[in-house]
């Protein structure tokens, strides 16, 4: 089926993370028609997996829940889930727009009641929990995505949407919910200006290999670490080794893992030592006194506004620094704890340092995979979006630059204002 919606006054704004959601509304706000595209089947992206923010260590479901109650008071925000980019055509104040919009296999009747998933007993990866990493965590393959979803409503997976699984999820709900019949939906539309908010992706830690991430269990990623510590995560908020699920109360952070590397990402991705600085402090609420963090880095960059939060980890006993650039992990097979070798560049001894866990501290590139940006896109070395070339495309948040939730938030609401001008120029052109 095809659907043709919006004009050239029209604001689309690709992905609803943190910084699609704001420059979506920052433009709405301003009396301007926008359409909000994400390819997953709720909104808030990579903000709506974290724990806690730093540095006040509060938890994203705040700014979240304001946004969301925006949007769904707002009525010149269209929000379309599980919905991709396939084709951008046209310049600056007249693209014509392709969406591929995949099947829910549940429509707009769902309460989120739940009775779907309580038929069906197949398993799929649960990715808001990095399930498909070393979390290993899984949902019913009736599901609905977290806790805070938007939209409110529970997903089928593919898996079962022909299965008497499927039949039985369908039978279960009361309310009509469930559509199996569903395909895939082509949209074509029409728009003045395109703010690019995909977002980015944790750096490939299986990639690393001095690291060990594809052999060694108990060696896992800054991403997955952020899901064992929240409550609502697949353990419950313990701390626990994916190869035992043993305690891991003494764990080592290493820093720069995959980034500032000419054989991974160039750049500083900007986030991971503050990350690992807040992490600390998880582990510090899960143990107290009893636990144990070490973090190894090449320099520790905490700008600004951070150094505060960074000098008050330094204070913490169970916190402790090594400067250096980890070389290589090994595994001791008794225990299963991983081994780290190095060299300490401020005493320049050797080392080989045993723990319970390690954490990876992966950098951010930006999320690109299977979106077909326009030709005329300008990226920089990284890949990063930097726009068009005549200005009526935009990138946003850490789609164009690895930033932390405030700065892309702050970029979302300049990308915005940067659309809302290209359409005020369509409009006066046109009236000319």
């Not at 943190?18 to 706000?29: N, R, V």
């Not at 079962?160 to 039949?167: D, K, L, M, Q, S």
């Not at 994916?242 to 980034?259: L, N, R, W």
Request: hydrophobic share 35%; charged share 20%; proline share 4%.
């Amino acid at each position: 089926m095809t659907a043709s919606i919006a004009t050239g006054q029209t604001i689309l704004v690709v992905g609803g993370g943190i910084s699609g959601m704001t420059a979506a509304l920052e433009a709405a706000e301003c009396g301007k028609q926008v359409i909000l595209v994400e390819k997953t089947p709720t909104l808030g992206g990579r903000t709506a997996q974290l724990y806690r923010y730093f540095p006040k260590m509060c938890h994203p479901t705040c700014g979240l829940e304001i946004n969301l109650k925006r949007i769904k008071g707002n009525p010149n925000v269209r929000v379309m889930t599980m919905t991709e980019v396939t084709a951008v055509a046209g310049s600056r104040g007249n693209y014509a727009v392709t969406l591929k919009v995949a099947p829910r296999y549940v429509n707009e009747n769902c309460t989120a009641c739940g009775d779907c998933g309580k038929a069906v007993t197949s398993e799929v990866a649960d990715t808001y929990n990095y399930g498909d990493g070393k979390t290993g965590a899984k949902v019913k393959a009736a599901y609905l995505p977290h806790a805070m979803a938007y939209p409110q409503r529970y997903v089928i997976d593919p898996s079962i949407a022909g299965t008497a699984e499927g039949e039985a999820a369908k039978a279960a709900c009361k309310y009509g919910a469930v559509d199996l019949g569903m395909k895939d939906e082509n949209v074509q539309l029409n728009v003045g200006a395109v703010v690019w908010a995909t977002g980015w992706r944790p750096y490939d830690a299986n990639k690393i290999q001095p690291y060990g991430y594809d052999r060694y269990a108990n060696v896992i990623t800054s991403v997955e670490f952020e899901r064992l510590a929240d409550p609502h995560g697949p353990t419950g908020g313990k701390i626990l080794r994916p190869g035992d699920g043993k305690e891991a109360k003494d764990i080592a952070f290493i820093q720069c893992a995959g980034s500032r590397d000419e054989n991974h990402l160039r750049h500083c991705s900007r986030i991971c030592c503050m990350a690992s600085l807040k992490q600390t402090q998880y582990v510090r609420e899960a143990y107290g006194d009893a636990g144990k963090s070490t973090i190894y880095y090449i320099d520790i960059r905490a700008i600004d506004r951070f150094e505060d939060f960074y000098q008050m980890v330094q204070k913490d006993a169970t916190v402790s620094f090594v400067k250096s650039k980890v070389a290589r992990i090994a595994e001791n097979k008794e225990n299963g704890n991983p081994v780290l070798h190095g060299v300490d560049t401020e005493g320049y001894h050797r080392y080989a340092t045993e723990h319970d866990l390690v954490v990876l501290a992966v950098g951010m590139e930006p999320e690109v995979t299977g979106v077909k940006l326009p030709d005329d896109i300008v990226l920089d070395s990284s890949n990063f979006i930097e726009g068009s070339k005549d200005g009526g495309m935009i990138g946003a948040g850490a789609a164009s630059s690895p930033l932390d939730v405030n700065r892309a938030v702050q970029s979302a609401t300049a990308a915005s204002l940067k659309a809302i001008q290209v359409i005020h120029k369509t409009a006066s052109t046109e009236a000319a």
